[in-house]
């Protein structure tokens, strides 16, 4: 959904729009066709029509209303001092709830059904299906320099990035994987050929007395109901039966990793400064396995 930044540049600090929105809408109604509930309505509108006209951001919790039908989400209630900015009646208390209903019944297109998505979600569910969960989304290349964002980025860096046998390469592995790590490196690409996944072994920026290391997914998250976990194991000095260090957890997933400088999302390995061998490397190894997710209580 493409906003209006022209638009959305004329609203004042105090949440009043300076030109209102012309609430003259085009809106398509047919009856379901064949293959589809022959009780629903397909209905073609605006995507402006379901965004909260002081913030211009998509209604997806509470919805509220003044006494003269003025919409806004519950966060502008707040930062509007709970007074319309439109008639300036009270505006906080009062549920939309034909909106909400509306909203709720939805169901909508993902974003990447050009690319193959053919999922029908509820409009809430929408936002994080296309960040996090849709397997058509494109996912960009984590190599300083490279452009490349498509659905084939396993077999991008395969073809474009893994030449050569060197400490920097990316590694193919099936569930197991042990790499050297330098302290230079900012990160190591591990390939898992079995599902075309890509992770990263983070090499964190430095900390007192050592650095942090962690692992990323780039791609999206498992299917519903699993999760990807890692155990990580990094021995002092690279050594067979040196001492050794160990986390497991998680691992996170995102579609663009934001560079060096952003601390992991779900933890990291600490790993103290005499660990490192006098050429500055450690030896990690890392353990992938999909367990089914745990939910967790309310």
Avoid at 61 to 79: D, V
Avoid at 244 to 266: E, F, H, N
Wanted: with cysteine; net charge positive.
């Amino acid at each position: 959904m493409e906003k209006r930044s022209g638009e959305k540049a004329m609203g004042s600090e105090n949440g009043t729009p300076k030109k209102l929105r012309s609430t003259a809408r085009r809106v398509a109604v047919r009856e379901s066709e064949g293959g589809e509930d022959p009780k629903a309505l397909v209905v073609r509108l605006e995507p402006d029509m379901l965004e909260c006209p002081l913030c211009f951001a998509p209604f997806l919790a509470s919805i509220f209303q003044c006494k003269s039908g003025h919409p806004a989400c519950e966060s502008c209630c707040a930062r509007v001092q709970n007074k319309c900015p439109t008639c300036h009646e009270p505006i906080g208390d009062i549920r939309c709830r034909p909106l909400e209903k509306l909203i709720a019944g939805m169901a909508v297109p993902c974003a990447f059904r050009s690319k193959g998505c053919k999922q029908a979600l509820k409009y809430a569910e929408k936002p994080t299906h296309e960040a996090v969960f849709c397997q058509h989304a494109p996912c960009a290349c984590p190599v300083p320099g490279c452009a490349y964002a498509g659905l084939l980025l396993h077999e991008h860096i395969r073809g474009a990035h893994s030449a050569g046998a060197g400490d920097d390469a990316a590694v193919s592995f099936v569930r197991e994987a042990t790499v050297t790590l330098h302290r230079s490196m900012l990160f190591r690409v591990l390939l898992h050929p079995p599902d075309s996944r890509v992770f990263l072994l983070l090499n964190g920026g430095e900390i007192k007395s050592g650095r942090s290391l962690s692992l990323l997914c780039v791609g999206p998250r498992p299917a519903a109901g699993q999760e990807l976990e890692y155990t990580m194991v990094v021995r002092a000095g690279g050594e067979p039966g040196a001492l050794s260090l160990s986390a497991s957890g998680t691992v996170p997933c995102t579609r663009r990793w934001p560079g060096p400088g952003q601390a992991p999302a779900d933890g990291f390995l600490f790993v103290p400064d005499a660990y490192w061998s006098s050429s500055g490397s450690v030896s990690v190894t890392v353990h992938l396995r999909k367990q089914a997710a745990v939910e967790k209580p309310a």
